[in-house]
């Protein structure tokens, strides 16, 4: 769905625009979005509507008019009557477009090579200290805890292989052997 219609309203966006609503009160904001509804995105937003006094024995009441500030308002197209240019954007800052001043330029990021500065391991491929990983003796059981246990050390014997098959049923001794409480054969 292209906005043939909508390519004219986006020109005015970041425009000051005055809004007229059905029930006759006016608004005037910075123009910031619209959909194809008409709904309306509307900044810095002020609410204009005109009160009249009561008429007091057949004279004409006089009309004055209340402002109200209400800041970032969203606009239902149902109920939008006209839509007016107030004012133009304003003027765009051109001194993001200029640079900082002196200094110098160095890459950051990913797959860039890590500046010399202060530091253990800068400069020499090595990640920055606090970032190369966990601290040696936090977080964890020592180091020789960890270590594989051998026979060499004699700590501990190595296990017999398990036997192949199915295990014998419960009560019953060694494969080959009498069960519990019978005599061996002679």
């Known amino acids: 769905m292209s906005f043939v219609k909508g390519s004219k309203l986006l020109s005015y966006i970041d425009y000051r625009m005055r809004v007229t609503l059905s029930d006759k009160r006016m608004l005037v904001g ?12 509307l900044g810095d937003t002020e609410e204009y509507r005109k009160l009249r006094a009561r008429a007091v024995d057949g004279k004409q009441a006089e009309e004055r008019e209340q402002k109200r500030v209400l800041g970032l308002v969203l606009v239902r197209g149902e109920n939008v009557v006209s839509l007016t240019v107030e004012g133009p954007p304003p003027p765009q800052d051109d001194e993001r477009l200029t640079p ?11 797959g860039s090579a890590v500046p010399n500065g202060p530091g253990v391991g800068f400069g ?3 990640a920055p200290v606090g970032l190369a990983g966990p601290v040696r003796g936090i977080g964890g059981p020592a180091e020789s805890l960890m270590a594989p246990v051998t026979a060499a050390a004699g700590q501990f014997a190595p296990r017999p292989p398990a036997p192949r098959g199915m ?3 419960m009560g019953m001794g060694m494969p080959g052997m009498p069960p519990r409480g019978m005599p061996r054969p002679p």
């Not at 910075?30 to 995105?41: I, P």
């Open 167 to 169: 295990p014998p049923p």
């Open 30 to 41: 910075t123009f910031m979005a619209f959909d194809k509804h008409m709904n309306l995105v």
């Open 100 to 110: 900082g001043g002196p200094g110098q330029a160095r890459p950051a990021g990913r």
């Open 124 to 126: 020499n491929g090595a």
